[in-house]
């Protein structure tokens, strides 16, 4: 099979995923659509670990979630929409944690693209913290730690508790 | 459902096979799955319908592998090798901060800002995750130079120039402006100065770090060169570890 054909094939089968990804994040059609073609040229590039099924999603997951966060970072520096409004929160046991997940709309663009990813599976995906680990290739301890530095500090910057 | 529903990552791993993923049993008896899907399924009809076909051109040509060199290019390099030969046993194997491409150079050397002013650091050198860094480069030829750095957990950072700006030429000897600080834990990480002739997307380079460089200390300590990068592209790096932490520092926020 040549690159085209090869290309062709695995854009097919896992586009739709980094295009809902892409959606879910950056919230705008046309920014999905540019962000899930930019995705997939570095996907393509490694086209071997796409072929690799079992690894792929959450490499896929990875490598998508780094790139439109940095589209919104990037949004946010040129004056445009900030990060934190372009997130939709999960609200699956939103009960439990809404505090915390007003706080990461209004802080979130304030720390570094590893720990947004974090925030960003756990508190905006819904995912569980060995989920997130396992797609974001780090520890569930590194997960943890992550995510508690950035709630406390978040409430330190805020002033605020959850209730 | 009692049971929590499976996040977007786990129904993608559904949709692509619903009996491996696990997750057949939890979809089948929610609604609220059921409904999750039908937007999926939706979004991938509208990628297939407008995305794929405006796309595929473009995706197919920016990812296809770069020609080879052909017979000329291995042999022009093979025989200057062989001309260089003796030099080479000759001259002392570089420090780990510089290393050559078919002759050009790419050295990088990072300076640890401290209260007594700037001080150099060795490879390997033990630092506080909160020393701000500088950096100083020097090429033999005009090249975009970017500095990123890359950790046993995984995680790339841009050191300079800032994220999302386009990398800076530079020739001879340049000391970066600004400083950055690592955002890594305790252990070591990996300072890696890549220069190339064209503007070099990010997101491929920290893939290739994140493949290459990261994943446990030892795999970042021997990471001393990224294999994959284009022809012609310098790269330099510096290993440094990260002390022990200290109660109460706060290093992930920009």
């Not at chain 1, 054909?5 to 854009?11: K, V």
């Not at chain 1, 980094?18 to 490694?46: G, K």
Request: charged fraction near 30%.
């Amino acid at each position: 099979m040549d690159h085209r054909e090869a290309a062709n094939r695995l854009y097919r089968e896992f586009g739709p995923a980094v295009y809902r990804r892409c959606l879910r994040l950056l919230r705008d059609r046309e920014a999905a659509q540019d962000a899930t073609q930019e995705v997939f040229v570095t996907l393509v590039r490694n086209m071997t670990r796409l072929e690799e099924r079992g690894d792929a999603l959450p490499w896929i997951y990875r490598v998508s979630t780094n790139h439109c966060l940095n589209v919104l970072r990037n949004r946010g520096r040129r004056g445009e929409e900030a990060l934190a409004v372009d997130l939709e929160v999960d609200e699956r046991s939103a009960a439990e944690v809404l505090p915390d997940r007003r706080l990461a709309h209004e802080l979130l663009d304030r720390f570094d693209a590893s720990t947004q990813a974090v925030v960003v599976g756990v508190l905006v995906d819904g995912m569980e913290r060995d989920e997130v680990a396992a797609a974001l290739g780090i520890s569930r301890r590194t997960v943890s730690r992550r995510l508690e530095r950035f709630l406390s500090s978040s409430r330190r910057l805020t002033g605020k508790e959850p209730s | 459902m009692t049971t929590r529903c499976p996040s977007d990552l786990r129904l993608e791993a559904y949709l692509l096979d619903p009996e491996r993923s696990g997750e057949a049993g939890h979809v089948a008896g929610c609604e609220a799955c059921r409904v999750r899907l039908g937007r999926m399924n939706a979004e991938a009809a509208d990628f297939r319908q407008y995305v794929f076909p405006a796309t595929v051109d473009a995706v197919v040509a920016a990812s296809a592998p770069r020609p080879g060199p052909g017979w000329l290019g291995v042999f022009l390099p093979l025989a200057s090798a062989c001309a260089a030969g003796m030099l080479l046993f000759l001259t002392p194997v570089p420090p780990e901060g510089l290393l050559a491409a078919r002759g050009e150079v790419l050295s990088l050397d990072v300076f640890a800002e401290s209260p007594e002013g700037a001080r150099q650091l060795t490879n390997g050198e033990l630092i506080p995750l909160a020393a701000p860094l500088r950096f100083r480069v020097n090429t033999s030829v005009p090249c975009r130079v970017r500095v990123l750095a890359a950790d046993c957990e995984g995680r790339v950072s841009e050191l300079y120039p800032a994220p999302g700006e386009e990398a800076p030429l530079v020739s001879g000897s340049t000391v970066l402006p600004g400083d950055a600080k690592l955002g890594g834990d305790e252990g070591p990480e990996r300072i890696y100065a890549i220069c190339s002739r064209e503007p070099m997307p990010v997101l491929a380079l920290a893939v290739s770090l994140m493949d290459q460089a990261t994943g446990d200390d030892d795999r970042v300590r021997r990471a001393s060169r990224i294999s994959g990068l284009p022809p012609g592209t310098l790269q330099a790096t510096l290993l440094v570890e990260h002390g022990e932490e200290k109660p109460g520092e706060e290093h992930h926020e920009k």
